[in-house]
Structures are given as structure tokens and as C-alpha cells.
Nanobody, 124 residues
């Protein structure tokens, strides 16, 4: 399976962006899919995830501002980002656990398909 992340851009603080993670060669339905980001000079960090059963998880810094959703008919997982802040500036990656059996918990170690990343830049 290949994942393609898109939707990044340059916006001002307070604006919104919608990122998409589209899959080819496999289905994202009933899969754990996560969003991560990496800012220059910083480690990659977890942003949000949607579990195989549609439960959602968010990093504390994005709760209430970001929303992850599964677009079943389009084999895609989106990340809606509202009220963006300069500290949200990073390259955003999506990743999925393509194993047949669902994992007990969301774990980056289980994610075996990664997208190439899309740049999000938020100016103050």
C-alpha cells in the first residue's frame, strides 16, 4: 500500500487547513491511521489517530482544534486543522497499520505504511 499526504500550505495564524491521507493498493477502512508531525530540529511527534473501530485520539496540544475523520468512499483519512498556530508549523505525515488483525492499542511500532509528508507553515 502507498499513502499520499496532501493539503499542506502556508497560512496565517487562526486559519484552517484540511490534510488528506489517500491510500492506493490497499484500504484504510478498519485500519489504525495516525498523523504525526516533525518541526525543524525537533523529534517527530504524534498529532492524532483514528482507530480501526473509529475511536479517535489526539495530542493534548491539538485537542479542540484538530479533528481526524475517515472518508470511507474515498479510501482516505483527513485531518481538519482549525485555529492554526505558528507552533503547528511542521511537516505532517500520515501512517497506517496495514495488518489484518486490529491492534489492542495505537502504537507507532505497528505502523508499516507511511506517506511522504506535507508541509504546513503557519505565520504569526
Amino acid at each position: 500500500v502507498q499513502l499520499q499526504a496532501s493539503g499542506g500550505g502556508l497560512v496565517q495564524a487562526g486559519a484552517s487547513l484540511r490534510l488528506s491521507c489517500a491510500a492506493s493498493g490497499g484500504t484504510l477502512s478498519s485500519r489504525d491511521v495516525g498523523w504525526f508531525r516533525q518541526a525543524p530540529g525537533k523529534d517527530r511527534e504524534f498529532v492524532a489517530a483514528i482507530r480501526w473501530d473509529s475511536r479517535k485520539q489526539y495530542a493534548d496540544g491539538v485537542k479542540g482544534r484538530f479533528s481526524v475523520s475517515r472518508e470511507y468512499g474515498k479510501n482516505r483519512v483527513d485531518l481538519e486543522m482549525n485555529n492554526l498556530k505558528p507552533e503547528d508549523t511542521a511537516v505532517y505525515y500520515c501512517a497506517a497499520d496495514m495488518a489484518e488483525a486490529p491492534a489492542i492499542r495505537f502504537d507507532i511500532e505497528n505502523l508499516d505504511a507511511w506517506g511522504q509528508g506535507t508541509q504546513v507553515t503557519v505565520s504569526s
